[in-house]
Nanobody, 122 residues
Framework: QVELQESGGGQVQAGDSLRLSCAASGRHVSGYALAWFRQAPGKEREFVAGINWSGTNAGYRDSVKGRFTISRDNAKNTVSLQMNSLKPEDTAVYYC???????????????WGQGTQVTVSS
């Protein structure tokens, strides 16, 4: 069993930066891939970024490449998402997820956090 708790959401202006963090607890956390998804009102949950268990391989959706950076600290059992040059279309609830590998589809992940709201105004 793994528990995930996101923090760091908020309301910002377009062009600003925000850093999300996710604290993980439970057995063998460092063995899981960790990812960030987001879900805007009326839309499906979508993959944002993911990182493998060792932190050596990361993947991003095209629309955030070059703006967002995912990182993890296995000593602290945390995963972070640094978001720069935020756009109004980045507005969503952001979720942390843990699973066996970095995949784009939500069903591939076993554990989810409760989410944190990110609102970007123009």
């Amino acid at each position: 069993q793994v528990e995930l708790q996101e923090s760091g959401g908020g309301q910002v202006q377009a062009g600003d930066s925000l850093r999300l963090s996710c604290a993980a607890s439970g057995r063998h956390v460092s063995g899981y891939a960790l990812a960030w998804f987001r879900q805007a009102p009326g839309k499906e949950r979508e993959f944002v970024a993911g990182i493998n268990w060792s932190g050596t391989n990361a993947g991003y959706r095209d629309s955030v490449k070059g703006r967002f950076t995912i990182s993890r600290d296995n000593a602290k059992n945390t995963v972070s998402l640094q978001m720069n040059s935020l756009k109004p279309e980045d507005t969503a609830v952001y979720y942390c997820a843990a699973g066996p590998g970095v995949f784009n589809e939500p069903p591939a992940y076993d554990y989810w956090g409760q989410g944190t709201q990110v609102t970007v105004s123009s």
